[in-house]
């Protein structure tokens, strides 16, 4: 499904070059869960800005579902972007004056779904994450574990091949970690493809593999200071 190849980044500012990746190879399977993990500014955002077609490799390739996208146009990348994965944030990425329903049918009309199709998958998805009750809510009536079970509503309410999700438990308590935890698992133990970028060895246990960032590159978990320190 994802397959990257030598794929590297640099950032130039002024005369200073960055290398934010440097000839990584990923390769990811349908139905995979994989996390990963390394010290900040060790290149794991820059990974997911490039897995989220938000950002292009500097060289490499990028492979998704059989196409080579590493130098796709803009437009092919924001079609793929819609149809074909989910974002799930730290910061929930909510909008406030939506209600929970409006938030997570987003999606689905940015891909053009008829009204009538759309509240049918918006119904079916908020009884997936528990929340039909609080669907006429607003995220700021809602506790912070509820909105992020509104983002993963929102993710998966136009069944894409891959969810993408940013330090998922970063901004909740131990519980609505676990919850919204377990939710993940169980997305995956339905077929969901997930890539997650995380600080929490914890969070991390729940994939099927853990991938190990430092420096930019690929390393073994012994070189992982986050892994060393969990293990120890």
């Not at 579902?65 to 929930?92: H, M, N, T, W, Y």
């Not at 894409?160 to 997305?187: F, K, Q, S, W, Y």
Request: aromatic share 4%.
């Amino acid at each position: 499904m994802i397959n990257l190849k030598h794929l590297r980044k640099t950032y130039l500012a002024g005369d200073v070059e960055t290398t934010a990746l440097d000839d990584v190879d990923i390769s990811i399977a349908p139905g995979e869960f994989v996390a990963v993990m390394g010290p900040s500014g060790c290149g794991k955002s820059t990974l997911l800005n490039i897995l989220g077609m938000i950002d292009s490799p500097t060289s490499g390739t990028y492979v998704f579902e059989g196409a080579d996208i590493s130098q796709a146009p803009e437009r092919k990348l924001v079609e793929l972007r819609k149809r074909r994965l989910g974002f799930v944030f730290q910061s929930f990425n909510l909008i406030d004056d939506l209600s929970v329903e409006e938030n997570v049918e987003l999606p689905l009309l940015y891909c053009g779904m008829r009204k009538a199709e759309r509240r049918t998958h918006v119904r079916e998805v908020l009884e997936l994450v528990g929340l039909n009750a609080r669907a006429r809510h607003k995220p700021p009536q809602l506790s912070g574990g509820q909105q992020q079970r509104v983002a993963i509503a929102r993710a998966v309410v136009n069944d894409p091949a891959v969810i993408l999700a940013d330090e998922p438990t970063g901004n909740l308590d131990m519980r609505n970690g676990e919850e919204v935890m377990g939710m993940l698992t169980t997305l995956n133990e339905q077929g969901s493809t997930i890539v997650m970028v995380t600080h929490s060895p914890k969070d991390a246990s729940r994939a099927k593999r853990i991938i190990h960032f430092l420096d930019g590159r690929i390393v073994p978990a012994a070189a992982d200071p986050q892994a060393r320190q969990a293990y120890a």
